[in-house]
């Protein structure tokens, strides 16, 4: 395939939870303690990418990270086998047992920062891993993120994969969730647009915690070696924060020449408009389509309910847009309507399609977080680990893998059984065999 967009999903893993973990993101809060069914969440990601797939869009997968991890609870003092481990930990706090199962590294928009080699002054792909540091439970993906990502693009000619950020909350970073970048196609040099929630200017949320610094986004810039005038960092609204926007791909999406957002996702909106519109116009030569909603026509409450803005936008093979949409964007009459307004403006998407994901939904992640773009040339594609391109037959072996592990239904409480923990270790090692991926780099041993 020529230079393309590949979309890495994340796989739902097998202990999809409602754990209530993300202060800040309503769907987690609301649904706390609630019955979740893996298994049908992880089907549900699957046929996302069976959609995507039969769609012509290059489609591949990053596994699920192990879990529990029990090394995060060692370092926790508690100690004995691995069964007395999680006993002890279930016993003394519960919320801990929680934070080692959560299976959120599905969302893989918050996996890491990617710039395409084109973009980049030594001409690779470069990769930060989001180091998370905002919430305790998924802090402790980074290291297993990075070494799954040197695993998949380990051919140093081709790709850079950087350790995450000191994890430290000045450095606070999550990844491509608050990047997008702007080019007249895939193929060609872009403008990076980093979206920040809290940085140098007094503004901040004041009820909910900003997850992305200003800080955090100018460092992966130097180290992706971004052209200078290539990359925009701006804030997000402290408003949209405080109404459970908690990374920008909640309230704007992009792809190539056009941007989707809402009113009230940036601060001094016009001029961050007119800003990137500058620069996509002097990088491209270009226009820049921007469609935007004012509450009015879609309120705050209105785009965190129904995620419109966590859309994936594809562009197909024959140069138009695919919209693909959470099934809650039909449920909800405003977000119905922007879609069709969409539909209606001058741009490139033809098509608006609603997928189920309340599964995943359920926590705060609709199609755009299960995804990570990755841009890549012919070269790189044959450079990357090919066990995790998606085809008919891998999607078959993972149909068949997640009906013989998963269950359909897990609470809370069932997370201090360690006949479950099992389970997922052994969800894990057959899915190694299944990716070509050794085990010891799936288990992270
Ligand atoms: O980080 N939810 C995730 C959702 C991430 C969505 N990603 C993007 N918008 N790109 C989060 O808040 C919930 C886990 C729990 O409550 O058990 C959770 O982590």
Partial sequence: ??????????????????????????????????????????????????????????????????RPRLEFLRELGFSGSDSQVLESAANTNMTLVHQVYSASNMWTANAATVSPSVDCEDSKVHFTPANLASTLHRSIEPESTLRNLRFIFSDPSHFKVHPALPSQTPLSDEGAA??????????????????????????????????????????????????????????????????????????????????????????????????????????????????????????????????????????????KMTLICPLECDEIPAARRATEKILGAENRVDQVQFLDLRQSMNNGGGPACLRLRVVLTEEEQQAIHQGVIFSDDLFRQLANWIDAHYRDTLIADDLRDYQFARECFEAIESLADILGIPRSVLLDE
């Avoid at 409602?18 to 549900?44: D, E, M, R």
């Fill in 178 to 319: 608050n990047h997008t970048r702007f080019c007249r196609t895939h193929s060609e040099q872009g403008v990076e647009f980093f979206v920040f929630g809290v940085g140098n200017s007094k503004l901040k949320p004041e009820k909910f915690p900003a997850r992305q610094t200003e800080l955090a986004s100018q460092a992966i810039a130097r180290r992706h070696g971004l052209k200078g005038d290539a990359v925009e960092i701006w804030q997000q609204n402290p408003n949209a924060i405080d109404a459970g926007v908690f990374h920008n791909d909640v309230i704007s999406v992009g792809n190539e020449d056009l941007l989707l957002c809402h009113e009230l996702a940036f601060v001094n909106q016009p001029d961050c408009i007119a800003k990137l519109q500058q620069r996509f116009r002097a990088k491209t030569g270009s226009e820049l389509k921007v469609v935007q909603w004012k509450s009015g026509e879609l309120q705050l409450r209105e785009a965190v309910q129904s995620y419109l803005f966590n859309s994936q936008i594809v562009t197909r093979a024959d140069g």
């Fill in 1 to 66: 395939m020529p230079t393309c967009e590949f979309n890495f999903d994340g796989l739902i893993g097998p202990s999809h939870n409602y754990a209530g973990l993300s202060f800040g993101n309503v769907a987690s809060s609301t649904n706390q303690y609630q019955q979740s069914n893996p298994k049908a969440a992880a089907l549900q990601g699957l046929q996302k990418m069976k959609f995507l797939h039969d769609l012509g869009i290059a489609q591949a997968i990053l596994p699920p990270l192990r």
